[in-house]
Nanobody
Framework: QVQLVESGGGLVQAGGSLRLSCAAS????????MGWFRQAPGKEREFVAL????????AYADSVKGRFTISRDNAKNTVYLQIDSLKIEDTAVYYC??????????????WGQGTQVTVSS
C-alpha cells in the first residue's frame, strides 16, 4: 500500500510559479513511477506529467511542455511538480499518483487527495 499527500497548491497570478510536492509513504514506493494529473471544474481528470522510478524517463502533456517540470527525490520519497508561467487554464485540482510504467504506458494504482491550484488574471 502506498499513501500520497500533496501540498503546495494555492492562489497565484497568471505568469507566476508554484511548486507542488507529493510525499509518499509505504513499501517499495521508490520502485513506482509517479505521475501528476489534474481536474478542472466540469472536466475529466487529465494527465499532466510522469517520472520513472529511476528518473530516467519523464513525459508531459503537450499543454504543459516547457512550463512544467517533474522531478523526484527517492531519498525523501517525494515527487515535485514545478509549474512556471501559470495560465488561467491551469486552474484545477492537481493529483499525485503512483503506479507502474511499462513500454511507454503508465498505469496509476494509488492516488493522493489533491491540492487546489487557482490562477487569477
Amino acid at each position: 500500500q502506498v499513501q500520497l499527500v500533496e501540498s503546495g497548491g494555492g492562489l497565484v497570478q497568471a505568469g507566476g510559479s508554484l511548486r507542488l510536492s507529493c510525499a509518499a509513504s509505504g513499501r517499495t514506493v521508490v520502485s513506482h513511477a509517479m505521475g501528476w494529473f489534474r481536474q478542472a471544474p466540469g472536466k475529466e481528470r487529465e494527465f499532466v506529467a510522469l517520472i520513472h522510478w529511476s528518473a530516467s524517463v519523464t513525459a508531459y502533456a503537450d499543454s504543459v511542455k516547457g512550463r512544467f517540470t517533474i522531478s523526484r527525490d527517492n531519498a525523501k520519497n517525494t515527487v515535485y511538480l514545478q509549474i512556471d508561467s501559470l495560465k488561467i487554464e491551469d486552474t484545477a485540482v492537481y493529483y499525485c499518483s503512483a503506479g507502474g510504467y511499462y513500454l511507454g504506458s503508465y498505469s496509476p494504482s494509488y492516488w493522493g487527495q489533491g491540492t487546489q491550484v487557482t490562477v487569477s488574471s
